[in-house]
């Protein structure tokens, strides 16, 4: 079983609609939750970060970590055809540990 | 700054050769990784260096990988020989440590590599 698991869809909504990613681990340790965004034929770039659990804010994302459920989601609200994007989560104990374990990803095209 | 900087972008080449990738860090990053990205196996962490030095290379496939890191600036990821199931997207990052909070990595844009 994978340390990190990650529905790799595709996934595909009209534009305007609300768009919920999640992650699902094993690993208790882990402390900071991140989810990265990767367009087509582009590395992967930091779309927000929480540590520990909670919920976080950012426009029209929102990332929230349930760390009793060991789950986490990323919540796009009035998706927009410009989300199309290929979301990676990833996750690491602390921030002194430098390896960062990430899900397989999951593919989002907006229709407009 | 001019992000990442990794080298060839595409690379096309046969069975057996030698493969050279080539990672130019963010300035003033202290650490650097090579990460390979594949469809079945996802974003897979290969090696990590610390100001220069390898830290953790227990992701590295097998003894025909190597990676060298000769200056604070430029990386190499070689493989030699190289097979078809290296064809992936290998991507090299780099991030600055502080305290306390998370470190974010910065991706390069990927050398994507076939093996034919």
């Known amino acids: 079983q994978k340390e990190v698991e990650q529905d790799p869809g595709p996934l595909s909504v009209p534009e305007g609609a609300i768009v919920s990613l999640n992650c699902t681990y094993s690993?208790?340790?882990?402390?900071?939750f991140m989810w990265y965004r990767q367009y087509s034929r582009k590395g992967p770039e930091l779309l927000m970060y929480?540590?520990?659990?909670g919920n976080k804010e950012d426009g029209r994302f929102t990332a929230q970590v349930d760390k009793s459920s060991k789950y986490i989601s990323l919540f796009i609200r009035d998706s927009q055809p410009s989300d199309s994007a290929t979301y990676l989560c990833?996750?690491?104990?602390?921030?002194?540990?430098?390896?960062?374990?990430f899900g397989s990803g999951t593919q989002l095209t907006v229709l407009p | 700054d001019a992000g990442v900087i990794q080298s060839p972008r595409h690379e096309v080449t046969e069975m057996g050769q030698e493969v050279t990738l080539r990672c130019k860090p963010i300035?003033?990053?202290?650490?650097l990784f090579w990460y390979r990205q594949t469809m079945m196996r996802g974003l897979e962490l290969l090696i990590y260096?610390?100001?220069?030095?390898?830290?953790?290379d227990s992701g590295m496939p097998e003894d025909r990988f190597s990676a060298k890191m000769p200056n604070a600036s430029f990386s190499t990821l070689k493989i030699q020989p190289s097979e078809p199931r290296d064809s992936a997207v290998y991507f090299c990052?780099?991030?600055?440590?502080?305290?306390?909070?998370?470190?974010?990595?910065?991706f390069g844009p990927g050398t994507r590599l076939t093996v034919l």
């Open positions: 990052a780099s991030s600055l440590w502080a305290i306390p909070s998370y470190n974010e990595q910065f």
């Open positions: 690993n208790s340790a882990f402390q900071y």
């Open positions: 929480t540590y520990s659990s």
């Open positions: 990833a996750m690491t104990p602390s921030g002194s540990a430098r390896q960062l374990t």
């Open positions: 300035s003033g990053h202290d650490y």
């Open positions: 260096f610390n100001n220069n030095v390898p830290i953790d």
